[in-house]
């Protein structure tokens, strides 16, 4: 059975997912294109982070950043031999209550062209595309997407 619980962003397993991740992001895209955060980042203190796991093995790591009126989700990723069994899916629902919870009316992202697996992710949960918000500005690699925050 699959958990999701926050979770330590320097957990072990949970930072190898992190580098796996950034590595991923890392080859498709330019620095000044890659809007990952580190791991000290994501431990501070408007981060709420997830990891989604079964037995002791984690799965799935996902964020939100709490901002004054919006939460925005962040580090998602799923080891590639746990996909296509509903890790993804489960973490994005958590991170939809989580947000809710907070008392955050809307939910923002931010990913990169070709992650079209992510995009399909995305719209299933309701979001869909919106501008630029926060400090993002508009890029080629970039696609902005947004949803109700009500769980």
Do not use: N, W
């Not at 799935?60 to 993804?88: C, N, Q, W």
């Amino acid at each position: 059975m699959i958990l999701v619980a926050p979770a330590d962003p320097a957990d072990p397993e949970c930072a190898a997912l992190l580098a796996q991740s950034h590595a991923l992001m890392q080859s498709m895209f330019t620095p000044d294109e890659c809007h990952f955060l580190d791991i000290d980042r994501l431990c501070a203190p408007h981060i709420r982070f997830f990891a989604a796991t079964e037995g002791d093995r984690t799965l799935g790591i996902g964020a939100i950043a709490l901002h004054d009126d919006y939460a925005e989700v962040k580090s998602m990723f799923t080891d590639p031999a746990a996909r296509g069994r509903g890790v993804a899916d489960a973490i994005v629902q958590t991170l939809i209550r989580a947000a809710a919870a907070e008392g955050r009316v809307a939910m923002k992202l931010e990913t990169g062209t070709g992650l079209d697996a992510a995009h399909r992710l995305y719209a299933r949960h309701g979001f869909t595309p919106c501008g630029p918000f926060g400090a993002y500005v508009e890029s080629p690699a970039s696609l902005f997407f947004e949803r109700s925050a009500e769980a």
